[in-house]
């Protein structure tokens, strides 16, 4: 990028080099600002004869047009991309959705210098109208080679943010307990109806059991024919693991356990369970508070369809000291 003093009557189209200020100090025009026969006018009347731009050179590529070429490559799925003053592109959620983000593959490209991304965690949940990311570029202009080898990257790697839509999500719970699952059930109701609220969640359908084997393989009999987009069970006792109650009635239907135990606190405990595309996830002590715990990392990508691993989970030890 070059920088040069030029007349202003012939400056329409550049870009200015530095801010201008009226005498008072007042901003005029903003560093950056592409100049237009109107503001030419307007600097005229202020008694300007000559204003400081910038010049693309040989091998460079504007800032507006840098960062909106990545972000476009960088996303997909239910997503507006807005132009913003200062080389930056906004990325805006259209609906209610779950942000997933690649992280190695962000890191890749915010090494390369001359343009950066930065994104909401991964796992969040955006309602429609958040700012779910937003690219910038070095002021001006970026080199075309690098812009180049950043489109590369993300051709051959895929998105690094994909804003996966919630739509009609619904939730079925099963509430245990050793003596009576009502209690259960009058312990945590209150809670479960918040924290779905969170997300915009419907329960479906919700029963309470007696931790026994046959009745909470009964219960979640049912629960699965409703097909939800995932079933929670809140237990008044935790698990010692999968060969306890819960894990010995989902292993009875012919559910795979995918994970026990995660890195995460609140929700050491947390069991996550998949009958064919169903998650059902038990998560002890995590219903007793609408306070942020691991049900707030599983639910929006589960509630958006998404098929969490079990590998996925150990990885949320980094940020997972919740509270």
Not at 120 to 148: C, E, H
Not at 202 to 215: M, N, P
Request: charged fraction near 20%; proline fraction near 6%; include cysteine.
């Amino acid at each position: 990028m070059r920088a040069l003093t030029m007349d202003i009557q012939s400056s329409a189209g550049r870009i200015l080099c530095c801010t201008i200020f009226k005498p008072g100090g007042r901003k005029l025009l903003a560093k950056g600002h592409i100049l237009s026969s109107d503001d030419i006018r307007l600097l005229q009347a202020e008694g300007m004869n000559e204003v400081w731009v910038t010049e693309l050179e040989d091998g460079e590529v504007g800032e507006d047009d840098a960062v909106l070429a990545v972000a476009e490559g960088m996303c997909c799925g239910s997503v507006e991309i807005r132009l913003a003053a200062g080389g930056r592109a906004n990325l805006m959620a259209t609906d209610n959705c779950c942000a997933l983000v690649d992280d190695e593959l962000l890191k890749k490209i915010n090494m390369a210098s001359s343009i950066v991304i930065a994104t909401v965690p991964n796992y969040r949940y955006a309602r429609k109208g958040d700012r779910i990311a937003t690219v910038k570029s070095t002021p001006f202009a970026v080199a075309k080679t690098q812009l180049d080898g950043i489109l590369s990257l993300l051709a051959m790697s895929g998105p690094v943010l994909q804003s996966r839509p919630i739509t009609n999500p619904s939730v079925a719970m099963l509430y245990t307990d050793p003596v009576h699952g009502d209690r259960a059930r009058a312990m945590f109701e209150g809670v479960v109806q918040q924290r779905l609220e969170r997300y915009g969640a419907t329960l479906k359908y919700a029963l309470s059991a007696v931790e026994e084997e046959d009745r909470v393989a009964r219960s979640l009999q049912h629960l699965l024919r409703t097909k939800p987009s995932v079933i929670l069970i809140a237990s008044t006792t935790a698990p010692a693991g999968p060969e306890d109650v819960i894990g010995r009635a989902l292993v009875r239907l012919g559910a795979r356990v995918e994970r026990f135990l995660a890195p995460v606190e609140p929700g050491n405990l947390t069991m996550l369970t998949y009958k064919d595309d169903i998650p059902v996830v038990s998560a002890p002590c995590c219903f007793r508070s609408p306070k942020p715990n691991i049900l707030d990392v599983l639910l929006p990508p589960m509630l958006a369809k998404y098929r969490i691993s079990g590998w996925e989970i150990g990885c949320l030890g980094h940020g997972g000291l919740l509270n």
